[in-house]
């Protein structure tokens, strides 16, 4: 039996439920899942103004608490905060490691970018046109599976930080090297796949992202736990959390996670295997605990999913708000005046009425009564100064437009777009690279 | 009789690229035969089409009493390129608890 603990389910999740973990749960493995689709193509822009950058920017703040607890309890991480740049962080996390007076080793996994390799004529999977007729490729990483994760714990290390990881994998991996798992034992695989992708996004599955006040009661958001699972050699598993935390754990809260992003449960797609989540078997067997069986999967693809990253021009975004007597006819109106001024420089513009339904995409339609609106305009440009027009002209609408505006506030942000492509597994060569601390 | 799917199911909304996957439970298992007979992929595009432009698909899963919608072109372009307030689509899951259902037989 192991107990895997996942403690950050996105790149900005809570710090301390973590060291939480850590100190009271017996973790056998920690992971934290800190990569979104996006995340790397930032990061590869950071690389490149500084090549020791480009990793997770909360590494230090998120790993400097946790390694003495990593050391005191025994417990391995794996993580991909390596985002752009793995072996930086490794070199980073040894720093920090340095720096408390432990003795470390950190085995880095590299290999998931794909840059030099992917054609940027080939078609993105989304809608069929070139990769690089989206914009300026940023970066291209594949989604890396368990197998590349294997040599790494086999180290023995510590820590083991990648870049672009498949997120169940990071689950997936050391259950196969604890137990010894074959990574063609699709039944095993395919159920640990599910564990996986369960664990992935943290509080998901103990009561983050899932009350509805009076419908569905969540006690204790505001300290909410982290989820940790105990699994045996053939992959039965009981998720539970530590007692005394905030969240819940049930049947309902787990059922939602297994069914969440995915686009087909006979067939979710990983680098490790295709699983089926058909015959998963979700049931309470104590308080705040659920066993979880039945996982299974055909074998892997030939081929791994590549997240091309490319620059998306700069989003220009203002607001303002109308309240009071006749505040939708004077928000319309603004919208109108704006619309009017900025869709000749900016074609993709967006004009909508927060608090309305722009939730929906809508545009000032059937609106229900209500005092107050806030108008919203946003669009995108190719350089920042346009897209920074829709700002000021927000702002113009304090005197130039109609009466009683308040609370003008523009933006400007620059974009980072993602289309995928597929690449052919055998091009893709995952490595370790093992870095140790001084003492 | 008519009645909210809010007071019988809950959702989860995720995504994927341009798709929204919603995924509809059954509070009490013995209303998933309802669900399944009253949410058809038909009746969820109709009540979400102002968001929603590409096709419904969707996947039955009696083993947890739910039922699995994939809807495409959904998020305008995507998470990372949309331009809406709610570029991940989350506020759907709530929309399609709005949905009225027939509940007689």
């Known amino acids: 039996m192991i107990r895997i603990g996942c403690g950050a389910g996105f790149g900005g999740d809570r710090l301390e439920p973590a060291v939480t973990l850590l100190e009271r749960a017996g973790l056998d493995y920690l992971v934290l899942e800190c990569l979104a689709e996006r995340t790397i ?181 505001a300290d909410l736990g982290f989820p940790f699972a105990d699994i045996d050699a053939e992959g039965r598993c009981r998720i539970g959390k530590l007692a005394g935390t905030g969240g819940l754990i049930t049947a309902a809260t787990v059922k939602e996670q297994l069914l969440y992003e995915v686009t087909d449960p006979s067939g979710y797609v990983t680098p490790d295997a295709v699983a089926d989540f058909r015959a998963v078997r979700i049931t309470p067997t104590g308080p705040d605990q659920v066993e979880v069986v039945g996982g299974t999967a055909k074998p892997r693809p030939d081929t791994l999913k590549v997240s091309v990253g490319y620059h998306a021009g ?48 809508g545009f000032l339609e059937g609106l229900p009564p209500t005092v107050e609106y806030r108008l919203r305009v946003v669009g995108r440009a190719a350089d920042a100064a346009t897209a920074g027009e829709i700002g000021r002209e927000v702002e113009a609408m304090l005197t130039n437009g109609p009466a009683g505006g308040g609370g003008a506030r523009g933006s400007v942000r620059e974009t980072v777009g993602i289309v995928s492509t597929l690449v052919e597994r055998s091009r893709v060569r995952p490595q370790v690279t093992v870095v140790e601390s001084a003492r | 009789m008519k009645i909210r799917l809010h007071e019988i199911a809950h959702c989860r909304a995720g995504d994927k690229g341009d798709t929204s996957t919603l995924s509809l439970f059954a509070f009490d298992e013995r209303h998933y035969t309802l ?29 947890v009493a739910a039922l699995q919608f994939v809807c495409r072109q959904a998020l305008r372009s995507g998470v990372t390129t949309s331009l809406a307030i709610d570029p991940h689509g989350k506020c759907l899951s709530s929309e399609l608890l709005e949905m009225e259902i027939e509940a007689g037989e």
């Open chain 1, 41 to 221: 193509g930032l990061g590869q822009k950071r690389r490149m103004h500084d090549p020791e950058a480009g990793y997770d920017p909360l590494l230090d703040r998120r790993l400097a608490p946790l390694l003495p607890l990593l050391k005191r309890h025994g417990t391995r991480l794996i993580t991909n905060m390596g985002s752009a740049n793995p072996l930086a962080a490794g070199r980073r996390v040894v720093r920090l490691a340095e720096e408390a007076g432990m003795a470390l080793t950190v085995a880095v996994v590299t290999g998931d970018d794909v840059l030099g390799i992917i054609d940027p004529a080939a078609p993105s999977l989304e809608n069929g046109r070139p990769l690089s007729g989206h914009g300026p490729i940023l970066s291209a990483n594949a989604y890396l599976g368990a197998d590349a994760l294997l040599p790494a714990l086999e180290t023995g290390a510590d820590v083991v930080i990648t870049g672009r990881v498949a997120d169940p994998s990071l689950v997936v991996a050391p259950l196969a090297h604890r137990f010894g798992w074959k990574l063609d034992d699709w039944d095993r695989i395919g159920q640990a796949t599910v564990i996986g992708h369960l664990l992935e996004c943290a509080g998901q599955i103990t009561g983050g992202y899932f009350a509805d006040p009076g419908r569905k009661d969540v006690p204790g958001l």
């Open chain 2, 35 to 63: 669900l399944r007979r009253e949410v058809t992929a038909e009746a969820v595009g109709r009540h979400l089409s102002r968001t929603v432009r590409g096709e419904v698909v969707r996947f039955e899963m009696p083993n």
């Open chain 1, 314 to 361: 700069f989003v220009g975004e203002g607001e303002i708000s109308y309240a009071g007597a006749n505040a939708l006819g004077r928000a319309r109106l603004a919208g109108r005046i704006l619309d009017e001024r900025l869709r000749p420089s900016i074609p993709e513009l967006t004009v909508e009425c927060l608090g309305g339904e722009a939730y929906r995409h």
